[in-house]
């Protein structure tokens, strides 16, 4: 089975283009104020309007009032809500759309304990910062720790880029990958032949 893709933190028109023809499964756009890859629910709306069939759209919360992630899903056409924070699983299911939940695997013992308390989400995606502190920090964690049967589809985040996502795979063996900042040529700003070397990395990773 291959290894699907989620590119995050896509801002620019240009950037999910790219995104797209490289064969990315997914794309993630970053609804949370304080980080530096915010996107307003009137620009994701613009951007989704030029995503084609097949690719989805998850929308990234971390710890949100519910009513902004409503207004947000009022907004804009999202299939999949990505929790990022200390969220319930009573949270998470709360707005009747599929959702993964991030867990910051840094520093973390207890990653099956959190896994099972979210029982029906549609992946568990393990990142590389502390859980419930904010993601996207570019950092790797050992990948040695992640624990086996999970019972969910594993997506790895954190650190990941074109010189090191192969060895992720190879090592891991995860359902899908997430990577942000190993794509991008300044903070925010998607490099295409960055992209395209990841996606490549990818398919050798599958290959071995």
């Not at 904010?134 to 990941?160: E, M």
């Not at 190879?170 to 490099?191: F, M, Q, T």
């Not at 070397?197 to 599958?206: A, H, I, L, S």
Request: charged content about 25%; proline content about 5%.
């Amino acid at each position: 089975m291959r290894t699907r893709v989620k590119i995050c933190g896509i801002m620019r028109e240009a950037d999910l283009s790219d995104a797209v023809e490289a064969g990315a499964d997914a794309i993630g756009l970053v609804f949370y104020a304080r980080s530096s890859r915010n996107i307003e629910p009137q620009a994701a709306a613009a951007l989704l309007a030029t995503l084609p069939a097949f690719v989805m759209p998850v929308g990234l919360f971390l710890g949100a009032d519910p009513e902004w992630v409503r207004e947000v899903l009022r907004q804009v056409p999202l299939d999949l809500l990505q929790f990022h924070g200390r969220e319930s699983a009573d949270y998470c299911r709360s707005f009747g759309r599929p959702y993964m939940k991030a867990i910051g695997a840094g520093g973390v013992d207890d990653v099956r304990g959190l896994a099972e308390k979210y029982g029906d989400a549609r992946a568990l995606l393990l990142d590389g910062n502390e859980h419930g502190k904010p993601g996207g920090t570019g950092h790797a964690f050992d990948w040695n720790h992640i624990p086996a049967g999970l019972g969910r589809p594993l997506v790895l985040a954190g650190g990941l880029g074109p010189d090191n996502v192969c060895e992720a795979i190879r090592k891991v063996r995860p359902y899908a990958v997430d990577v942000s900042s190993g794509v991008e040529s300044a903070l925010g700003i998607k490099n295409t032949q960055l992209i395209q070397t990841f996606m490549n990395e990818v398919r050798r990773g599958d290959s071995e």
